[in-house]
Nanobody, 111 residues
Framework: VQLVESGGGLVQPGGSLRLSCAAS????????MSWVRQAPGKGLEWVSS????????YYSDSVKGRFTISRDIAKNTLYLQMNSLKSEDTAVYYC?????RGQGTQVTVSS
């Protein structure tokens, strides 16, 4: 299993970012995938999951209505569209499969 996140950066409050996670080493189309994040000085927090059928998604209350998880089977890539970003969304974001995470991508929301 290999997961490589990208797309993070510095954005102002209210802005948007789209994170990507390139997946390899397993059958992506049949895998349940998640995004988790870790804010400075805090533990891992689950953000969102997508089930293998790609039509069932779940979100934490803190991001519901602002973030959208999706996947492109042809590209073996998982996405997280993040809108209306808040300072409390600042964290390292990881994609995850069965407890395995990539190296993460830093998202900083600040004016």
């Amino acid at each position: 299993v290999q997961l490589v996140e990208s797309g993070g950066g510095l954005v102002q409050p209210g802005g948007s970012l789209r994170l990507s996670c390139a997946a390899s080493g397993f059958t992506f189309r049949s895998a349940d995938m998640s995004w988790v994040r870790q804010a400075p000085g805090k533990g891992l927090e689950w953000v969102s999951s997508i089930i293998s059928d790609s039509s069932t998604t779940y979100y934490s209350d803190s991001v519901k209505g602002r973030f959208t998880i999706s996947r492109d089977i042809a590209k073996n890539t998982l996405y997280l569209q993040m809108n209306s970003l808040k300072s409390e969304d600042t964290a390292v974001y990881y994609c995850q499969k069965d407890g395995v995470r990539g190296q993460g991508t830093q998202v900083t929301v600040s004016s």
